[in-house]
C-alpha cells in the first residue's frame, strides 16, 4: 500500500498451441480477506477468430498479458488473499469489456477452470507512519534486561534519542517574559545660550516644566529599584563655534550631573528611603559625555518647524562646509527669526537617563505561584513559569490557568494545544488550537499545529494544507511537510525533506520504503526505543534475510507492546517466516 493505495500488476503466459481460437476466457481477480472481499476488474482474453474487446492469444504462438490493478486501502486488508477465478467458453458472437462472470456461466461450453491464488495480501508497511510517537516522544523498552544506572533504575536516556536529533513537529508560542528588564525614566534640564549653570527659572526651563520631570525622576529612583547606569548627555545649539561648543556641552553634561546627584543625596538621606545607595557620586554608575553642537537636532527641529520655506536652511545644513556652517547659521538667524526663538533654545540642553533594573519575582516564587496563585501572575509569567517544569500535567494546568485568567492570549491557548497533545488529548488539543486560531488567524504556529493534530488523527488532507499555509507563513516544518510526501508514496523527496534528521523513526521508515535498508537500520539503532521502533527493525531483518535481527527484535516489539503479537501474525512482512519455529512461538 502507497499513498492510501494498493497497485498490483500481474503477468501472464498462454502457451502455444493452447488456445482456441473460438474461446474466450474471462479471469475475475476478488481480494479476500475476514468480513468482506473486494471484486476488481476483470480480465477478458479471446481467441483470433473472436470479435470485440479483450486481449487477442494466438493459437499457434500463444501469448501474453499484463493486468494492473489500484484500489483503496483499509487495514482490514493486510490479512487477505488475491484470487483469481477463471471461465472459458465459447461466445455467441462479439464479446464486451463489461462481461460478468455469471454471464459467461451462461456462454455455450463455459467451463469453471477454478479459483487460484494469487498473492497473499497487502504489504501495508507504507502505512506505518508514526506521528503520535513522535509529538509524544513516547519509550517503550523491549529489552529483557534494561539498562540500569548504580541505583537499580532503568536508564531512560539510554533508550530515548539524543537532545541534538530531537525532532519537533509542534511549535511553542513564546512566553514573552523578560527575566532582566529595564525601565528608564529621563528628564532634560535646559541652559540659556552660551550659559552651563543650573537656572531653574530659565524661560524653557519653565516651559518644558523641567521641574515636574525632575520630581518624577527623583520619585522614580525613590522606588528602591536597583539602577544599572544613569546617562547624561550635553548639548548645544549649532550656530556657536566649534570648539566652544564642545566644551560648553562638557559642562552642562557636569552640571545636570551634580543637579541630579544633589537630588539623589537627598533621598538618600531620608529616614525611610529605599534607594540602594548612599552616595549617589561613588555608588551609580555614571555615563556621561559632551556632544557638541547637535545638527541632527536642528534639523528635526526645522522640518518639524511652521518655517514656511525650510529649503536654504536645510540645504546649507546638508550641503556647506562644516567650518562655515555655524556663520551660515548665524548670518540666517538674522532672515529667521524663529531660529533664535523656537528652534535653537530647546538643543541647548542636558539629558539625563536613569536606567534601572524592574524588579522581578524569582523563578522559584513564580514556578510555586502559578499552581497556588495563578491569578496573581501575568500572562507572560505563567506562560514561563510552565518551561520551568519538565513534568507535562503541571504545564497542562499552568497553561490553562493562563487561558482562564488571559482568555485573550492566543500564546496561551496554543501552548495548552501543544501540551494536551503530547498527552494524548487529541481533541482537547484541537480546541485549544482553534481558539488560538481564532484570537491570532493566519499565524503560522498555530496554523503547523493544526496540521499536527490532523496528521495525528489521519486525516493527511487537513494535515498537508495546513502544513503548506504555515510554510508560507515561514515557519520551518520540513519535517512534517515529509510525512506528507511519504503518505502519497513519494519516498525520495520526503527524505530530502528531512534533511539533516537522524537517528528517526519515521526517517527509517522512508528509507526502507525507498529500499535503502542499510541507511534505515543505522537510523533506528539510536532513534528513541518504542514498539514501533523495534517492529520496523524486525521487517529490515525479514526484508534482508537476517532471521536474528528480525527474531531479536520482534521479540522486544512484542514486549514492548502485547498488541503487535497479532499484528506480525498477519503481517504479510513476515510471510516466509510462518512455518518458522521461532516466529511462530512468538506471535501464537
Known amino acids: 500500500a502507497n499513498g492510501g493505495q494498493v497497485n498490483f500488476t500481474v503477468k501472464g503466459t498462454i502457451p502455444a498451441k493452447y488456445f482456441n481460437k473460438k474461446a474466450a476466457l474471462l479471469i475475475q481477480p476478488v481480494l479476500t480477506y475476514e468480513g468482506g472481499e473486494l471484486q476488481l476488474a476483470p480480465v477478458l482474453l479471446k481467441g483470433e477468430k ?7 492469444v494466438s493459437y499457434a504462438n500463444g501469448g501474453t498479458f499484463t493486468y494492473s490493478q489500484e484500489f483503496a486501502y483499509s487495514p482490514a486488508m493486510n490479512q487477505s488473499e488475491l484470487m483469481a477465478s477463471a471461465m472459458a467458453f465459447q461466445p455467441k458472437s462479439s464479446v464486451s469489456s463489461g462481461l460478468t462472470m455469471a454471464e459467461a456461466m451462461k ?51 539510554a533508550y530515548q534519542v539524543a537532545p541534538e536529533h530531537e525532532v519537533n513537529m509542534l511549535y511553542l508560542a513564546p512566553h514573552g517574559y523578560e527575566k532582566e528588564t529595564i525601565i528608564t525614566e529621563m528628564a532634560n534640564i535646559y541652559f540659556p545660550k552660551n550659559i552651563d549653570r543650573w537656572l531653574p527659572n530659565h524661560d524653557w526651563n519653565k516651559k518644558k516644566d523641567v521641574m515636574k520631570h525632575l520630581e518624577n525622576l527623583n520619585n522614580f529612583v525613590a522606588q528602591g529599584w536597583v539602577i544599572r547606569d544613569m546617562e547624561i548627555d ?38 525611610d528611603s529605599q534607594v540602594r545607595f548612599k552616595n549617589p557620586k561613588t555608588d551609580i554608575n555614571l555615563k556621561r559625555m559632551g556632544h557638541g553642537p547637535d545638527w541632527n537636532g536642528f534639523l528635526q527641529e526645522v522640518e518639524a518647524s511652521s518655517i514656511q520655506d525650510k529649503r536654504p536652511i536645510l540645504n546649507v545644513v546638508k550641503s556647506s562646509d562644516p567650518d ?76 490553562k490557568a493562563a487561558v482562564q485568567n488571559y482568555p485573550q492570549s492566543w500564546e496561551a491557548n ?175
Not at 124 to 134: G, L, M
Not at 368 to 393: H, Q
Not at 514 to 520: D, E, I, L, T
Open 324 to 399: 562655515k556652517r555655524e556663520q551660515e547659521i548665524r548670518n540666517m538667524i538674522m532672515i529667521y527669526p524663529e531660529l533664535e526663538n523656537n528652534i535653537l533654545p530647546p538643543l541647548r540642553r542636558a539629558e539625563v537617563k536613569v536606567n534601572a533594573f524592574e524588579p522581578k519575582k524569582t523563578d522559584d516564587e513564580i514556578a510555586r505561584m502559578s499552581t497556588s496563585e495563578p491569578s496573581e501572575l501575568s500572562n507572560e509569567e505563567l506562560l514561563y513559569a510552565a518551561t520551568l517544569t519538565d513534568d507535562w500535567n503541571t504545564q497542562y494546568a499552568i497553561y
Open 414 to 588: 496554543n501552548n495548552a494545544g501543544l501540551v494536551a497533545l503530547k498527552m494524548g488529548k487529541a481533541d482537547e488539543a484541537m480546541n485549544f488550537f482553534n481558539k488560538a486560531n481564532q484570537l491570532n488567524a493566519n499565524n503560522g504556529i498555530v496554523m503547523n499545529n493544526l496540521g499536527v493534530v490532523y496528521a495525528y488523527n489521519n486525516n493527511w488532507s487537513e494535515a498537508e494544507t495546513h502544513f503548506m499555509n504555515a510554510n508560507k507563513m515561514g515557519v520551518d516544518n520540513n519535517y512534517n511537510l515529509a510525512l506528507i510526501d511519504m503518505h502519497k508514496g513519494n519516498y525520495k523527496t520526503a527524505i530530502t525533506k528531512f534533511g539533516n534528521t537522524k537517528c528517526n523513526y519515521n526517517l527509517a521508515l522512508a528509507q526502507v520504503l525507498s529500499g535503502n535498508n542499510s541507511a534505515a537500520a543505522t537510523n533506528l539503532e539510536c532513534a528513541r526505543k518504542n514498539a514501533e521502533t523495534y517492529y520496523l527493525m524486525a521487517i529490515i531483518g525479514a526484508r534482508t534475510g537476517d532471521t536474528n535481527m528480525m527474531n531479536t527484535n520482534l521479540k522486544k516489539a512484542i514486549k514492548a507492546d502485547p498488541a503487535m503479537k497479532a499484528e506480525a501474525k498477519g503481517d504479510r512482512e513476515f510471510i516466509k517466516y510462518y512455518n518458522n519455529p521461532d516466529f511462530m512461538g512468538m506471535v501464537e
Open 50 to 56: 473472436v470479435e470485440g474487446d479483450g486481449t487477442t
Open 107 to 157: 456462454m455455450p461450453k463455459a467451463l469453471n477452470l477454478g479459483d487460484e491464488k494469487i498473492a497473499d495480501g497487502v504489504i501495508a508497511t507504507s502505512t506505518r507512519i508514526d506521528v503520535q510517537n513522535e509529538v509524544r516522544g513516547t519509550i517503550q523498552i523491549g529489552d529483557e534486561n534494561p539498562q540500569k544506572d548504580a541505583s537499580g533504575n532503568i536508564r531512560m536516556d
Open 234 to 271: 550635553g548639548w548645544a545649539s549649532p550656530e556657536g563655534e566649534e570648539t566652544f561648543n564642545e566644551g560648553l556641552s562638557e559642562r552642562r553634561s557636569i552640571t545636570a550631573s551634580n543637579v541630579v546627584f544633589d537630588n539623589f543625596q537627598k533621598l538618600a538621606r531620608k529616614k
